[in-house]
């Protein structure tokens, strides 16, 4: 994959956070763009402007990912005529709380968008990839699901699923010449950890500084388009050494 030209990637969550920046080095390499978000126009319009600011065609795609229709229609037509050639699934939302007092929309929303999300979107694609016999699937899990983390049962249940379908799925399609791993984001800066007393976490980390999401960026890039590739079915932990 080293030349990218009129290559794509679909970007599974990719208007704002890790996600953003994915699509932004993916686009920088080279490669044009499907981006889907759920409900953020403003967001998803921006980055298209900067994705086609470095010169990468990108096509903004609206749905709800929990939702098995609609993710089917969004994308399989699309998939099955033009199959990308590298899939990142980003996709994902935490509703903290301990278990005791965690109610069953915080539990079945969590686990529907960011390990259901999954299955509905490798339905609509992996067939034609499949027929194509090449890709790079990669997948953004978290350190909350190598290690776990109080008040996070939902979340760390989720991304535990994500690694074990990653190595699962890595079995079935190597053959295939289809390359399936996950990163495993720690305090990545993001909305999604604005409200963390972050002062009080990095103690925990040895590098003693919030990750970035162009860390795991750059991680991602890498696993998408370096040509000599032997990287197959692991999890990649990008945290700063807080799970090692």
Not at 3 to 29: C, E, F, H, P
Not at 92 to 101: C, F, R, S, T
Not at 208 to 230: H, Q, W
Request: proline share 3%.
């Amino acid at each position: 994959m080293n030349d990218n030209a009129g290559k794509t990637a679909l970007v599974i969550g990719g208007s704002r956070g890790i996600g953003r920046a994915i699509a932004l080095r993916l686009a920088q390499s080279g490669l044009d763009i499907w981006l889907t978000y759920q409900g953020n126009h403003s967001a998803a319009s921006e980055v298209k402007s900067e994705i086609e600011k470095k010169g990468a065609k990108c096509e903004t795609i609206s749905f709800d990912i929990s939702n098995y229709d609609a993710t089917k229609a969004a994308l399989e037509k699309r998939t099955d005529e033009h199959p990308p050639h590298v899939v990142v699934y980003n996709a994902g939302i935490a509703k903290d709380n301990l278990m005791v007092w965690m109610t069953k929309e915080e539990w079945e929303s969590v686990i529907s968008v960011n390990l259901t999300g999954f299955y509905n979107v490798m339905n609509a694609v992996l067939f034609p990839m499949l027929r194509e016999k090449r890709g790079r699937i990669v997948v953004v899990s978290s350190a909350s699901g190598q290690i776990g983390q109080a008040g996070q049962v939902n979340y760390s249940a989720s991304k535990a699923g994500l690694i074990g379908a990653v190595k699962a799925l890595a079995r079935e399609i190597g053959k295939k010449n289809i390359l399936v791993n996950a990163v495993a984001p720690g305090l990545i800066d993001t909305d999604m950890t604005a409200s963390l007393e972050k002062d009080k976490l990095l103690p925990l980390i040895p590098l003693k500084r919030i990750g970035s999401p162009e860390d795991v960026a750059s991680v991602v890039n890498f696993l998408c388009t370096e040509e000599n590739m032997y990287i197959h079915g692991q999890v990649i932990g990008i945290n700063g050494g807080l799970a090692i």
